[in-house]
């Protein structure tokens, strides 16, 4: 389903994978678009502070999506206290919405964790975390936005 410049994303509110477009735009666009620690984070691959970051201690039931483009990423059921000091969750809402790609920068083999639309860098995910699963995404709160479910 992936062709040119659509790619199939997982809508959590149409429960179905759709086509969408591609979100590229130029460095400018996305600084213009972006907070300074959002861009660090999200388009130079940057890390924000552990324990010091907008979403580790949330416990609001709801939906977190990826700052630059709006995708759908993670849901809160999925998310737990991993004690990193960084949002971790589970799993992705599917495994459509990111891609994972081997990461050499630190000299160490780690596995980083995409937006599939947008190609913004969200975090890591690790093979430390509990069952069923057994794996830890631990993202960046700058590259997420989260919506509270409605009451």
């Not at 149409?14 to 460095?27: F, G, H, M, V």
Request: glycine letters at 8%; charged letters at 25%; hydrophobic letters at 30%.
């Amino acid at each position: 389903m992936e062709t040119g410049d659509q790619v199939p994303i997982y809508s959590v509110r149409e429960r179905k994978t759709i086509a969408k477009s591609r979100c590229l735009l130029s460095d400018s666009e996305w600084r213009e678009r972006l907070t300074p620690a959002q861009y660090a984070v999200a388009r130079a691959h940057g890390t924000e502070p552990a324990f010091a970051n907008e979403y580790h201690s949330n416990r609001r039931r709801g939906l977190y999506r990826c700052v630059c483009c709006g995708t759908d990423l993670f849901i809160s059921a999925d998310k737990f206290d991993s004690g990193t000091g960084w949002p971790s969750f589970t799993r992705p809402v599917a495994g459509t919405n990111v891609i994972e790609v081997p990461d050499h920068s630190l000299g160490i083999k780690r596995i980083e964790v995409r937006c599939r639309r947008c190609n913004a860098h969200l975090g890591h995910v690790f093979s430390d975390g509990p069952p069923p699963e057994g794996r830890r995404y631990c993202m960046n709160s700058a590259s997420l936005i989260f919506v509270e479910d409605e009451p």
